[in-house]
């Protein structure tokens, strides 16, 4: 199946914690992004990469770190987790965004519950 | 800053009705906005995206509009089903490869 796919689906863990969440996307698309979906539903970019290349930063604390190790992966890592982290992530992907033709996809999201 | 707003945050409607989903924009700037489902559990689904050219856009039951100089676009769904049952999310994209969300419309189509 052609997609964007998350693991793991859900993620429970005590605070203080280091995990990591993958993402690996086969649509042949150049840009990956990471966003978090809140307790109000309310979902926020955090980042975006094209081609391996950080190119968006929201305000997101130090202890998320994006890795991109090729185009078709972007993993999430989260040092020292918080009660606040726990929310729904979701991965996504779109061709270069150049002008309004490019569309996002997104994939089924991890919910990561913080003890 | 963008900012984006969907009216109503909740809808129940019976089964075989037709309904409109609001979304507004605070700055029209947009290079597209689409239109996402999500699914109790589940991922997001796009369901129509407008270029900001275009004024609408149709698939199925569903229809579309941009009026990108009021900052409005509504979700138009013909003859409802509990099918249809869902948060029904729009988002603008606006410089460089940035979606900004908005609060959503939770939809139930009842039997």
């Known amino acids: 199946d052609t997609a964007v796919s998350q693991t793991p689906k859900y993620l429970v863990t005590q605070m203080g914690n280091d995990k990591s969440i993958k993402c690996e996307q086969n649509l042949g698309h150049d840009t990956m992004y990471w966003y978090k979906q809140d307790s109000k539903k309310f979902l926020k970019i955090m980042f975006s990469?094209?081609?391996?290349?950080?190119?968006i930063n929201e305000t997101v604390p130090n202890r998320f770190s994006p890795k991109s190790p090729d185009k078709a992966h972007l993993n999430l890592h989260i040092n020292s987790l918080e009660l606040g982290d726990s929310a729904v992530y979701f991965c996504?992907?779109?061709?270069?965004?150049?002008?309004?033709?490019?569309?996002?996809?997104f994939g089924p999201g991890t919910r990561l519950t913080v003890t | 800053k963008q900012e984006v707003t969907q009216i109503p945050a909740a809808l129940s409607v019976p089964e075989g009705e037709n309904l409109v989903l609001n979304c507004s924009f605070t700055?029209?700037?947009?290079?597209?906005l689409q239109w996402f489902r999500q699914d109790p559990g589940k991922g997001l689904t796009s369901l129509l995206l407008i270029q900001s050219s275009q004024r609408e856009q149709t698939s199925g039951r569903l229809n579309a509009s941009l009026d990108k100089s009021s900052g409005r676009s509504t979700l138009y769904i013909a003859a409802s089903q509990p099918g249809d049952s869902a948060t029904y999310l729009c988002?603008?994209?606006?410089?460089?490869?940035?979606?900004?969300f908005g609060t959503g419309t939770q939809l139930k189509v009842e039997l």
């Open positions: 988002a603008v994209s606006g410089g460089g490869n940035k979606l900004t």
């Open positions: 990469y094209n081609n391996k290349e950080l190119i």
């Open positions: 700055d029209s700037a947009i290079y597209n």
């Open positions: 996504a992907s779109s061709l270069v965004p150049t002008g309004p033709f490019y569309e996002q996809y």
